[in-house]
């Protein structure tokens, strides 16, 4: 079984531009969540959508959106983009709920110039 | 608020046992994860505890006291492939999940 896909897996951008990076969860998995890692912040949660609605939400700021289609693909976007938004971004999914097992994928690393 | 705390680094020798804590402060409380990610990698599932008690699973066993908000993770016979961060990760009232910083395990020879 394929794992969590992510694309692109480096991206580097200059502040105010906007930016959409992609997930594909494992196949029958239902719940994709988004996280932002910086060092020594651990993982910060963004949202979880579940069967193509935002299921939870995180404390960031509205620049940070998402969304996910009916074959469960997702998509996440950041405008008018800051240095501070330079991470990993990594997306994990499972089968039912974020709060179920999940598997993640290899994250896209963002640079913001 | 609700508070994850972790070590942030600790050094172990190799064939050796290392505990790794979690203490939590959470609305609530519905389960606790540990994670492992090595550097560069994705965090990859170790195990999962709700109810208190130890949870052994191979080299790896996770122990979780609820009453007290507190979990640790217990790694024996270290090998040099278990360098890698320990990530905490809490299941709060609302079923949000709540992270640990991590602690970044080194291991010597």
């Known amino acids: 079984k394929a794992g969590v896909t992510q694309t692109p897996r480096y991206l580097i951008k200059t502040r105010g531009q906007q930016v959409t990076l992609s997930c594909s969860p494992i196949?029958?998995?239902?719940?994709v969540s988004w996280y932002q890692q910086t060092p020594g912040q651990g993982l910060q949660f963004l949202f979880e959508y579940f069967s193509e609605t935002q299921r939870n939400k995180g404390n960031f700021p509205g620049r940070f959106s998402g969304r996910q289609f009916s074959n469960s693909r997702s998509e996440m976007n950041v405008s008018t983009l800051e240095l501070g938004d330079s991470a990993l971004y990594l997306c994990?999914?499972?089968?039912?709920?974020?709060?179920?097992?999940?598997?993640f994928g290899p994250g896209t690393r963002l640079t913001v110039t | 608020g609700q508070n994850i705390d972790q070590p942030t680094e600790m050094t172990a020798t190799e064939g050796a046992i290392v505990q790794i804590n979690c203490t939590y402060q959470?609305?609530?409380?519905?389960?606790l994860f540990w994670y492992q990610q090595h550097a560069g990698e994705a965090p990859t599932f170790l195990s999962y505890n709700v109810l208190d008690g130890l949870e052994e699973k191979g080299r790896f066993s996770s122990f979780l006291s609820r009453s007290k908000g507190y979990s640790y993770l217990l790694l024996k016979e270290l090998q040099m492939k278990d360098s890698a961060s320990y990530l905490c990760?809490?299941?709060?009232?609302?079923?949000?999940?709540?992270w640990g910083a991590g602690t970044k395990l080194i291991i010597k020879p």
């Open positions: 196949s029958g998995h239902r719940s």
């Open positions: 959470t609305s609530g409380f519905n389960g």
């Open positions: 990760a809490v299941k709060s009232c609302n079923y949000q999940l709540i």
């Open positions: 994990a999914s499972s089968l039912e709920s974020a709060t179920y097992e999940q598997y």
